[in-house]
């Protein structure tokens, strides 16, 4: 039987690996009139729990790294680790990051790694890239405040993506980013070098031009101005929608987003605080959304790419998970069976079957849930996990083990083979013996009929 590993993170601290297995597909031929037989149950999935209750290391965020054979973790209390699943949950090494407290909790709102690095940021804007290999080379830069979503991009590892409370979709280039951050260190006053400091720093003042200079005069900021003005590190900034039909300006508060294809970076899916989805086209000349629809009534908790770049899966603070299209906003369906909060979404190609794709969702009912993307979706497994969950990821596959009878060899198909042979001679042998019998009955007819003609 095939199964498939989640890996999911709670309030508590604890990671639960979560196996879940498939029965084989038997087809059985049903004669007509013979009930159909009913399918096999499906066996109970295992769940394997690692740490110790603790709501001072909750987990926060769950990721993988670009080769999967770590773990990511990002808790409460400022540790990220880097756990291998392969010995139950043996931490490899960990970070220790100063989370400052603030009016509002510090909290974990973007993580991930490869081979070389971890990149992490906070909802205070602290973006931090540390390095593996040696712990004493981290480079810490500031991207703003009230962020609620960074994500790196699946393929551009230089490229990231933020959002949030009055902050636009940002795409950010980390190699110009850590240039700005390494100029202004080299910047900095020494030891008997605090005029040249001075002196660099007064003509970096007025850097943003024409547009600054009205800011400081009073004059207000063009309004209909054509060109986009970047910061340094920046690629794309978008801008917000036109003001409403009482001419009031639109608050922007993103709180989610995922980028629709793995090979660029053009499209960029957004959910928000005033349950709209909108789409982003990086290449078609405006800063504007291309697709912007209200959907429900409820804010976007979290979102999840769908089957291909044309679909869209977002959960609400109201237990409702929808599939969007992202070409037109229109909603395509909604997965049922859900009584709790999502808070983390993750697509998949479940076993071997790569037409269809399925969902994982965790809850703040404390379960794990399973959904078919088809037409249908079709809720197929929901595992019970006791704490409240906070983030999952899609592990392992395990193809299905050879049968019994192949486990110990050919010969038990070799003595079924030689029976079934056996038993074809002697009908063979049966079949010869009657033939014969028919031609002589054959013969006999024959002889009566030539001696009454005579």
Not at 179 to 194: F, I, L
Not at 225 to 253: C, M, T, Y
Request: one cysteine or more; a positive charge; aromatic letters at 6%.
């Amino acid at each position: 039987m095939s199964s498939r590993r989640f890996y999911t993170g709670d309030e508590q601290g604890l990671i639960k690996v979560v196996t879940i297995t498939e029965p084989p597909v038997v087809k059985k031929r049903v004669r007509r009139g013979q009930p159909t037989p009913e399918p096999s149950p499906k066996p109970a999935p295992t769940i394997e729990t690692w740490g110790t209750p603790d709501r001072e290391r909750a987990i926060q965020l769950l990721c993988w790294d670009h080769d999967r054979k770590h773990l990511v973790v990002a808790r409460k209390n400022g540790l990220v680790q880097l756990i291998n699943p392969q010995e139950k949950g043996s931490v490899v090494t960990e970070f220790k990051h100063k989370l400052i407290k603030q009016k509002v909790d510090t909290i974990f709102v973007g993580l991930f790694a490869n081979s070389e690095s971890i990149i992490t940021c906070t909802n205070t804007g602290a973006l931090t890239i540390q390095s593996i290999q040696d712990v004493s080379q981290t480079t810490t830069m500031s991207i703003g405040a009230d962020i609620c979503k960074m994500r790196v991009h699946p393929k551009l590892h230089h490229i990231i993506a933020t959002g949030g409370k009055e902050q636009e979709i940002t795409l950010w280039d980390l190699n110009e980013l850590c240039k700005e951050s390494t100029d202004k260190e080299s910047q900095k006053p020494g030891k008997g070098g605090k005029s040249a400091s001075k002196a660099s720093s007064k003509p970096q003042k007025p850097t943003s031009g024409a547009s600054g200079d009205k800011q400081q005069n009073g004059a207000p900021e063009s309004r209909y101005k054509s060109k986009e003005v970047l910061d340094k590190g920046q690629i794309f900034k978008a801008k917000n929608v036109k003001n409403d039909h009482l001419d009031l300006r639109v608050p922007v508060w993103n709180t989610d987003f995922q980028f629709l294809s793995q090979h660029d970076m053009v499209r960029i899916a957004v959910g928000t605080r005033y349950h709209q989805i909108r789409v982003y086209d990086t290449k078609s000349g405006s800063r504007r959304p291309v697709v912007d629809k209200e959907v429900g009534d409820m804010p976007v908790v979290a979102l999840a790419n769908g089957k291909d770049a044309s679909e869209i899966v977002f959960s609400d603070t109201m237990t409702n998970v929808y599939a969007v299209d992202t070409l037109t906003g229109a909603v395509l369906g909604q997965y049922k069976g859900i009584t709790g909060v999502v808070t983390a979404l993750a697509t998949f190609i479940p076993f071997e079957d790569e037409s269809t794709v399925h969902l994982a969702s965790v809850s703040m009912d404390r379960h794990l849930r399973i959904h078919e993307m088809d037409k249908t979706r079709k809720l197929l497994h929901k595992v019970y996990l006791k704490q409240r969950m906070t983030a999952v990821v899609v592990g392992e596959y395990t193809p299905a083990e050879p049968a019994e009878d192949e486990e110990d060899g050919d010969t038990t198909k070799r003595s079924r083979k030689s029976e079934a042979g056996d038993k074809e001679d002697e009908d063979e042998v049966n079949d010869d013996e009657l033939w014969e019998s028919m031609g002589k009955l054959q013969d006999k007819k024959t002889k009566k009929r030539k001696t009454s003609k005579e």
